[in-house]
């Protein structure tokens, strides 16, 4: 935490509000984002006990598993899961535009040009919080390698049919989701404690309800005073007002509420079987959909205030105007869906359990890449990030006061003007340091020459972005009196050594990977969970 | 005239007297020895948990209850993996203790499981550590303790723990097993709740050794625990060897460096009493008579969080938004202190921390004024 949120925070704990920790919205949001509101049973790992879904908030979809540990209603669960995501996902994949991406020809091992397809859009999922992310990465670990009757008809629990194919989906938005910047899978509490800093920890910052209380206080409230409530306030049966936004449920609505009506739908359930007659079997099927009922109710219950939060999240964020280069990032996600896309269509088998050398070393180098043009872009967006970066002494801001004509000392001179900057910042400058500045959207590099007056004059010389010509090309050489903004770090990420082909990996690193083969489906027990 | 009381007893007596007429003592549970480890400077913790008081019955006499609590489907699920490990007199769980930690031990068949029942923690206590030294008298042969009791010094009184399982090896070593339902997944487990169970054993390997070191000859207590948790989605064991030197190590410290409860005890008024019986404004008092040191990380480790967080925040306290909040203003730690200084109100220009504040606020404006311009 830098100083400058830290002062937020405490600006916002003693106006009772949550103060600007970002001018301009840092992450994309579609204009039809799916959200998606998970819950899970305690001590089971990810088995889900129900769910809100949909693009409509006025009409999200309420899937419910009555009874968690049964696993014929947790594959329910799952396709009417798959039901909502992949048209939702397939509505974005339709459309496409025509882009040009840089390949290996295989013949002459040269870099050309190829015409491809680029989605128009990708599929934007909104999770409450941080542990949704982790849910929907669980929930696609345990799916995709799931094989319906339709692949293997020996399969003893065979899934339905678009099952494993959500679960592809849903382990592409995880891993996605690991790289700094992307926004195919967002999760609410993350993206509101990047552009708001609130009276009270980031730990605290975790729970939906209270972050929303800081930003939105209700009338006549101080942001400390209804985030409280959020955490705290029970109603006469003992239930939290604001439930957690999960996917783990509170224990006082588990044990209370919910393990009653699930005992009650088991009994019913075996009412029904134990029927000897039909008119018998009519009147418990009554109960036993009255006890269905109730448990949907109940997962309605809680996930409906955790709904409407995560939607007034969005309205507080479309708000804020969009990042400059928001749209650039959001274009590497397009290409991400694309790909996986291409991938899906083109009949490969899922992402395997454990990466190949290859492929671990380029996520990794993808997520550090994408780490460092995020901090810069962010930087360059946004006067507030800025400014956390001059304190620090990475940027520095402040007005020309003097430019000097030089030229290089080459047999075609070219020109490399002095300029001096007055600032009141102390970057941190050694001997010929790089500096950048962003001139029309390219960075322009200078060499730091030397500082006057304690460093409250920078000497500068320009070294490129000013033509070919003896003469700098007009507005390409800051004046006398301009306010400029040097940064120490640099605007656009190189990317790193290139990886072998993942056929090339040296021994060292455990060979070839060979074919990929089609892992196996994780093998099942009677008592499993999913 | 009654016979002079040692100084064991009288502290006894002492934290008998802050407990209440009548409340049994609380035994240290996991949550207990986490919040040991995430605030060892915190002398109202150390004095509640060393008397052995009920902190969640007090927080809720206080009017701040703590959020915490188990599911119970939670609770079924664990025990009935718990049971599943240890069925058939813990054959898998020796089987599992063989294949990751001993391989070249004789393979365990027909494993002696002594009964460790016995009246009260005191007797509990006594009877396992009876059955370790017996154990000791078995070479060659695996002894599983199921659910053993032991006992540790923590600040001057005595702790008592409960680990899933001990396991004495062939050659007599001991090893710690911790049973844990959240799964490992692909071979790899969730860090946070992995560290937790390392922390968590690492206390009951600290117990363990003190045992082991009043025995001759002494037995090794092995620092390679056991963890064994679900495999991937089915109900079936997977383990691993969980190296814990690290945490056994910070844990001793910690233990080391705790206030001694002695001395807190002395400084406390007479007839301090935090027996939940107790109307509220006496046992706010008697709680507001012990410092405590606020995180907000104690909101996930101690029962009494919320109501020790509404104080620190009537107070201002930086602390309260985080440690890290705190470590970067230097000597300002209220939230008035660090505004006034950082509006050029109060403060000395030449405290570095105070320029920095200065130097932050200046840009802080001048951005978000650059921001409302466009």
């Not at chain 2, 769980?93 to 365990?108: G, I, N, Q, T």
């Not at chain 2, 899933?164 to 490992?184: C, N, Q, R, Y």
């Not at chain 2, 495999?231 to 690290?246: C, E, G, Q, T, Y």
Request: proline share 8%; net charge negative.
């Amino acid at each position: 935490m830098s100083l400058i949120s830290t002062l937020a925070r405490l600006e916002a704990v003693s106006t009772g509000r949550a103060q600007p920790a970002a001018t301009v919205r840092h992450r994309h949001l579609s204009d039809r984002p799916l959200v998606f509101v998970p819950l899970t049973t305690a001590g089971e790992a990810g088995a889900p006990l129900g769910a809100l879904v949909g693009t409509d908030r006025d009409a999200p979809r309420l899937l419910a598993v009555p009874q968690p540990r049964d696993r014929d209603l947790r594959f329910a669960f799952l396709a009417e899961l798959a039901d909502v995501v992949l048209p939702y996902v397939d509505g974005c994949a339709e459309a496409v535009e025509a882009a040009e991406r840089t390949e290996t020809d295989p013949e002459t091992g040269k870099r050309i040009k190829v015409e491809v397809d680029l989605c128009a859009d990708a599929p934007q999922l909104i999770v409450p919080s941080r542990a949704g992310i982790d849910l929907v990465r669980l929930l696609g670990r345990s799916t995709r390698f799931r094989r319906t009757a339709e692949q293997d008809p020996q399969a003893p629990y065979p899934a339905p049919p678009r099952v494993p194919l959500l679960g592809r989906w849903l382990t592409h938005f995880g891993e996605r989701a690991r790289v700094p910047g992307s926004s195919l899978l967002l999760a609410m509490t993350d993206v509101l404690g990047r552009h708001w800093a609130t009276g009270q920890s980031t730990l605290e910052d975790q729970h939906l309800g209270a972050l929303l209380a800081w930003i939105d206080p209700p009338e006549g409230e101080t942001g400390a005073q209804a985030a409280l409530r959020a955490e705290l306030e029970r109603d006469e049966r003992g239930q939290l007002r604001c439930p957690p936004a999960g996917p783990a449920t509170d224990p006082a609505f588990d044990n209370k509420l919910l393990a009653p009506a699930i005992e009650r739908y088991d009994r019913a359930r075996t009412a029904l079987a134990a029927a000897e007659d039909g008119l018998q079997a009519d009147d418990r099927l009554g109960a036993l959909t009255a006890a269905e009922r109730e448990i949907r109710d109940l997962v309605l219950s809680r996930t409906r205030p955790t709904w409407d939060a995560v939607w007034r999240g969005l309205d507080r964020l479309r708000e804020l105007p969009e990042g400059a280069h928001v749209e650039e990032r959001w274009t590497r996600d397009r290409w991400s869906f694309t790909g996986h896309r291409d991938r899906v269509l083109a009949g490969e088998p899922p992402q395997p359990r454990r990466d190949d050398a290859v492929t671990a070393a380029n996520k990794l180098a993808t997520r550090e890449r994408e780490q460092a043009r995020l901090e810069a872009q962010e930087a360059l967006d946004d006067p507030l990030v800025m400014a956390g970066r001059r304190l620090s002494g990475e940027a520095f801001a402040g007005e020309v006061t003097d430019v000097v004509m030089a030229y290089s000392e080459s047999k075609r001179p070219s020109p490399r003007p002095l300029v001096t900057v007055r600032t009141d910042d102390r970057p941190h400058l050694g001997e010929r340091t790089k500096v950048y500045r962003s001139l029309g959207g390219k960075p322009q590099s200078a060499e730091f020459v030397t500082a006057e007056e304690d460093g409250a004059y920078v000497v500068l010389r320009i070294l490129d972005k000013m033509g070919r010509g003896k003469e700098p090309e007009p507005g390409s050489v800051p004046e006398k009196g301009d306010r400029v903004c040097f940064t120490l770090f640099e605007h656009e990420q190189r990317g790193g050594a290139k990886l072998p082909d993942p056929e090339e990996t040296p021994w060292t690193h455990g060979g070839p990977p060979g074919e990929p083969a089609l892992e196996a489906a994780d093998p099942v027990t009677e008592e499993d969970v999913l | 005239m009654p016979p002079p009381r040692t100084r064991g007893t009288a502290l006894r007596h002492r934290l008998a007297e802050l407990r209440g007429p009548d409340v049994p003592a609380k035994a240290l549970d996991a949550r207990a020895l986490a919040a040991l480890a995430a605030n060892p400077g915190c002398a109202r913790r150390a004095i509640l948990d060393g008397a052995g008081v009920n902190k969640a019955a007090l927080a809720s006499a206080l009017g701040a209850p703590s959020a915490f609590g188990q599911s119970q489907f939670a609770l079924t699920r664990g025990n009935a993996f718990e049971a599943k490990v240890k069925a058939d007199g813990g054959a898998e769980l020796l089987r599992l203790v063989h294949e990751k930690l001993d391989r070249s031990a004789e393979p365990p068949t027909g494993a002696r499981v002594p009964d460790l029942t016995a009246t009260g923690p005191q007797g509990r206590t006594a009877r396992t550590a009876l059955e370790l030294r017996e154990a000791g008298a078995h070479p060659g042969a695996w002894t599983l303790l199921d659910h053993p009791m032991l006992a540790l010094d923590v600040a001057g009184s005595l702790a008592f723990l409960e680990p899933d399982a001990v396991v004495v090896h062939p050659d007599g070593s001991w090893t710690v097993v911790e049973i844990k339902s959240f799964p490992l997944l692909d071979g790899s487990a969730d860090p946070a709740k992995v560290g937790a169970a390392a922390r968590q054993a690492a206390v009951y390997v600290l117990a363990l050794e003190e045992l082991a070191a009043r025995l001759r000859p002494a037995p090794r207590v092995r620092h390679r625990i056991l963890l064994v948790c679900p495999r991937d989605f089915s109900n079936l064991p997977a383990a691993s060897a969980v190296d814990i030197r690290k945490q056994r190590a910070v844990t001793a410290r910690q233990l080391n460096r705790l206030t001694r409860i002695e001395e807190i005890a002395e400084k406390l008024p007479e007839g301090t009493c935090f027996s939940p019986e107790l109307p509220a404004d006496e046992l706010t008092a008697a709680v507001e008579s012990v410092p405590a040191t606020y995180a907000p990380e104690c909101l996930s480790t101690c029962e009494l969080a919320f109501h020790c967080r509404t104080r620190s925040r009537e107070e201002g306290a930086v602390t309260s938004l985080g440690r890290p909040a705190r470590a970067e203003l230097g000597g300002l730690s209220t939230v008035a202190e660090v505004l006034a200084a950082a509006r050029g109100e109060t403060g000395d220009p030449a405290d570095p921390a105070v320029a920095a504040l200065r130097r932050a606020a200046a840009l802080r404006a001048e951005a978000l004024e650059a921001a409302a311009c466009r």
